[in-house]
């Protein structure tokens, strides 16, 4: 990616709250809970340490704005079960296999635990460093942090607030029943 970046956006109203889409020509770079203006700051921030210089257009037609806002409303309609956008992740090593587990590991409908993730990372004394790296998940919803549970089985930690987890697993779990009666 070169050093100056064009990222386009959108906002989008969800049954969890707003959703605001980051994308360039390349992908998704981050789906974050608010809207772009009570996040342009952290973006701005954001943005300098990963693409050093940026500009921000609204953009809701830009093809991976579009498709996001697509996919996600398909997600909340019950039409969709896995995502096929093109994330660009900006992490460390170990942050990007962390989300690869989520995606890879905990199909809808599910939950696991932080020592479930660390056990399928092979990085069973690592509970905590996978609870960091999901914290920093820049795509909420589209990478499924909020499947992440603690090993009581109780709703812990969430970026977005219990609540839109609870929501969330909600929903998913009405379409795992769905299925199974199907």
Sequence with gaps: MSNQSMIYYDV???????????A????????????????????????KKHLLRSSFTHQPEHEYVKQ??????????????????PLICYGTPFQKSVWRALIE????????SYKDIAMALQASQSVRAVGGAINKNPFSIVVPCHRVIGSN???????????RKRQLLE????????????
């Design 68 to 85: 996001a806002a697509k996919e996600l409303h398909e997600y909340f309609a019950r039409e969709r079960e896995t995502f096929t956008l």
């Design 12 to 22: 989008m109203d969800t049954p969890v709250g707003d959703l605001t889409i980051l």
């Design 153 to 163: 089985g109780k709703l812990v930690g969430y970026a977005g607030g219990l609540d």
């Design 24 to 47: 360039t020509d390349e992908g998704i770079l981050r789906v974050d809970y608010g809207r772009f203006e009570e996040l342009h700051s952290f973006y701005h921030t954001w943005t």
């Design 105 to 112: 590991h905990i199909p809808l409908g599910e939950t696991k």
């Design 171 to 182: 929903l998913e779990s009405y379409r795992q029943r769905m299925k199974v009666k199907g």
